[in-house]
């Protein structure tokens, strides 16, 4: 069964950091088509960090150099360590990946185009003025 189980959230101040943890399982994890998505009250979900199927990283323009997107193979860990983060960043941060199966195991997807099927429940980031 695939978890992606979020944890890290909290209340900071404006400039602040925060470090959020993804802990997946139930899968043979890899970076590839994994992300990062956040969703304000009111507002549309959106991308915050993703990675592609080819490895890369992608990050919006509103977090560029400011958020950073990392992972542990070892652990089966995702991450994304926010810095100097601002009040516009107050969302509910969820982890994501695209897994399929094949030959009766399931695995992250390494080509194509990602499409993120499994969702965790999500971890609030509050930050005040």
């Known amino acids: 069964q695939v978890q992606l189980v979020e944890s890290g959230g909290g209340s900071v101040q404006a400039g602040g950091s925060l470090r959020l943890s993804c802990a997946a399982s139930?899968?043979?994890?890899?970076?590839?088509?994994t992300g990062w998505f956040r969703q304000a009250p009111g507002k549309e979900r959106e991308a915050v960090a993703t990675?592609?199927?080819?490895?890369?990283?992608n990050y919006a323009d509103a977090v560029k150099d400011r958020f950073t997107f990392s992972q542990d193979n070892a652990e089966k860990m995702l991450y994304l360590q926010m810095d100097n983060l601002e009040p516009e960043d107050t969302a509910m941060y969820y982890c994501?990946?695209?897994?399929?199966?094949?030959?009766?195991?399931?695995?992250?997807?390494?080509?194509?185009?990602?499409?993120?099927?499994?969702w965790g429940q999500g971890t609030q980031v509050t930050v005040s003025s």
């Open positions: 990675v592609d199927s080819d490895g890369r990283t």
């Open positions: 994501a990946a695209d897994i399929r199966e094949s030959f009766n195991k399931l695995w992250a997807r390494n080509a194509g185009e990602c499409a993120h099927n499994y």
């Open positions: 139930g899968y043979m994890f890899s970076r590839h088509c």
